[in-house]
């Protein structure tokens, strides 16, 4: 019987569910190590949460400078809503949160990776892709830093898997769901992206 990628990716993960499960906790371990002792708050990152506590409080979106609120458009609004939204759960100023929520970002990467080489190749490609995306070392520092790199990276990876299922790429029977569902969930993603970084 002919199955679709989605049920053989499934299939993959329930198969394989003991090397999933492993690689999952031993990278949730290394980005959850890097957010305790090396968490990474710059100027960057005080400038989205001047905006994001501006935004919260006043309902204006600025930067306070010497003590005066003013509007800018110095940053998109993707990461100061991002902030807000955590701030106004955890409590202002809770970078600690907002690095944590990233490393779940973060490992939602590694998973739809994985899903882009299962789709692209091979169940073993998507293995080895989501072992390699688990460890590296860039996109684990980037889920520790208080940037948009975690999340620019998520929709984009996002916005590609959305493409792929739109093109039918790895599709062995024609899918159950309308095939505009998932341009429309690409288009979306690609907003994300944009509204964190143009670039």
Known sequence: MIRSVRAL???????QARFFLVVSL????????????????????????????????????AITN????TPTLARLPGYPAF???IFAVFGAGNFRAVLL??????????FLIADLASRLFSPRAAKAAFLLAAFCPFLANYAAAA????????????????AFRGLGIGDLE??????????????????????LRPD
């Open 9 to 15: 990716g499934r299939e993959l993960v329930q198969n």
């Open 26 to 61: 031993a990278a949730l371990g290394l980005r959850i190590l890097l957010v305790l002792y090396f968490p990474a708050v710059s100027d960057d990152s005080r400038f989205y949460a001047d905006i994001a506590q501006n935004w919260l409080r006043h309902g204006v979106y």
């Open 66 to 69: 010497s003590g005066v609120i």
């Open 83 to 85: 902030l807000a939204a």
């Open 101 to 110: 929520l990233q490393v779940l970002f973060d490992l939602a990467t590694c």
């Open 147 to 162: 940037l948009t790199e975690t999340l620019e990276i998520f929709f984009t990876t996002l916005a590609l898997d959305f």
């Open 174 to 195: 024609t899918p159950a769901a309308p095939r505009y569902l998932p341009w429309l969930g690409c288009g979306l993603a690609i907003g994300g992206a944009i509204l």
